[in-house]
């Protein structure tokens, strides 16, 4: 963050300085291990995708079941987001985050016990329903700890783990299934299952050691620049009634975001889910092929949402950053959709599509964020999560379903083009100017 932003919010040179250094340790405490935490529970959440390589004809399910089953996940995250969070609001960040971790591990480590469509349906919402309140928990932890001008780039950094679960969760899932299959006579999908559970039970035990619920209980940092830090997140404190969950059901806004978040979420999972099919569909059969080329869409879109993240926070732009970004994802989409059999145009189609959408996600948090505090903070964001979620219960069953009927997944590409197409006229003509006014920092 330049120092002319800052001089223009209000700050001497001196605090200009000092903002920089406190920022600094509190980004190092928090961030990475979050960071980490994240593309845990992404990769526990979308790890099926590869499993489906191996388990869809050893289980014998069809597209339209795969789709379905992980599709369920999200009815589970849609019904206990909301309480999670409220939850967490009240006992604190540091106990609820171990909480949720702990268990949607040994959740997801189960997932290798499957054997038929039920026993898959019912696994897919117990991991959803506890890993429900991660990310808008998250999300609410950092207005407690960062100023607004700052959420911008936090917000990307931390969803860049979604890319970084790409680049690295590719060749890993793919690798684990190629070179574990039949080892302790378990399928390299179970071993998958397996090996990708037991590190976010680990993270959970680390987070109840390492988070901080309040600036007040940080004993690294002492007491003066605690005062200090303080006072400049609770500069962009609200008036004292939007600290009520009825406050962000009374806020236009709030289905506005929901709306546009759905389309985005839509995007973002018919790209996790369907990446490794549409690669294997094109041309490529082994599994550890795969991994590596899914991870360069992710890599390209890890880069590009930092620097478009640090770029909105030094301009204050926020409204077209995440407008242009959507239409990106939904040209993506369309490229992948007409040459869904050609590998390189389909890999530069998957590249557009991740970079626009993982990016726009990124940048959408900022918005709610500048709007609530408090338990309407806490409720809101994650009232707008779960509305969004449902994105991903309907694009990976509508896409397994079209591919069923039509033998080629291209219409639903289609589809989710058109979301992202929404999304983007919602952003760039239907958002409220009052609220794209205080959105700006």
């Known amino acids: 963050m330049s120092t002319t932003l800052h001089v223009e919010s209000g700050l001497s040179t001196g605090e200009v300085s000092r903002e920089k250094e406190i920022y600094g340790k509190v980004f190092w405490r928090f961030i990475p291990l979050l960071v980490i935490c994240w593309v845990m529970a992404y990769l526990d959440r979308v790890n099926i995708s590869f499993a489906k390589l191996q388990m869809q004809s050893e289980l014998g399910f069809s597209d339209a079941v795969y789709g379905l089953g992980a599709s369920i996940f999200f009815i589970g995250y849609f019904l206990f987001e909301v309480p999670s969070n409220m939850i967490l609001h ?53 207005t407690k700890w960062f100023p607004a001008q700052r959420r911008g780039r936090i917000n990307t950094i931390f969803m860049s783990g979604i890319a970084f679960c790409g680049i690295i969760g590719g060749p890993i899932s793919g690798g684990i299934m190629k070179f ?102 094109a041309g490529t059969q082994d599994t550890f092929a795969i991994g590596l080329i899914s991870a360069i869409p992710y890599l390209v879109a890890g880069v590009t949402m930092i620097l478009l993240g640090k770029n909105s926070d030094r301009t204050g732009e926020r409204r077209w950053h995440l407008a242009l970004t959507a239409l990106l994802g939904g040209v993506g989409y369309f490229i992948c959709g007409t040459y869904s059999e050609h590998t390189v145009a389909l890999l530069f189609g998957l590249t557009l599509a991740a970079t626009g959408v993982i990016s726009a996600i990124g940048l959408f948090w900022v918005f709610p964020q500048r709007f609530l505090t ?63 006014e205080r959105t700006r920092s």
């Open 374 to 436: 408090g338990m309407a903070a806490a409720a809101g964001i994650a009232l707008i999560n779960s509305i969004g979620q449902l994105g991903g219960l309907i694009s990976p069953y509508m896409v397994g379903k079209v591919k069923d009927v039509t033998g080629s997944a291209s219409m639903g590409l289609y589809a989710l083009a058109a979301a992202l197409v929404v999304s983007f006229v919602i952003i760039a003509w239907d958002l409220p100017q009052r609220f794209y």
């Open 90 to 142: 009240r006992v604190g960040a540091r106990i609820w985050i171990m909480r949720i971790m702990v268990t949607w591990g040994i959740a997801s480590a189960c997932t290798m016990f499957v054997t038929s469509e039920m026993g898959f349906y019912f696994i897919r919402f117990l991991v959803g329903a506890l890993e429900a309140g991660f990310v808008p928990g998250a999300l609410y932890y950092f």
């Open 180 to 281: 574990t299959d039949g080892a302790l006579g378990l399928h390299g999908w179970q071993w998958l299952f397996l090996l990708e559970g037991l590190p976010s039970i680990v993270l959970g035990i680390i987070v109840w050691f390492h988070l901080d619920d309040e600036i007040e209980h940080a004993k690294w940092l002492n007491a003066s620049d605690r005062q200090f830090w303080s006072s400049m997140v609770s500069r962009d404190a609200k008036k004292a009634d939007t600290h009520h969950f009825g406050a962000a059901l009374r806020e236009p806004a709030t289905y506005i975001l929901s709306i546009i978040y759905l389309c985005l979420a839509g995007g973002i999972y018919g790209l996790v889910f369907w990446m490794p099919q549409l690669i294997k569909t």
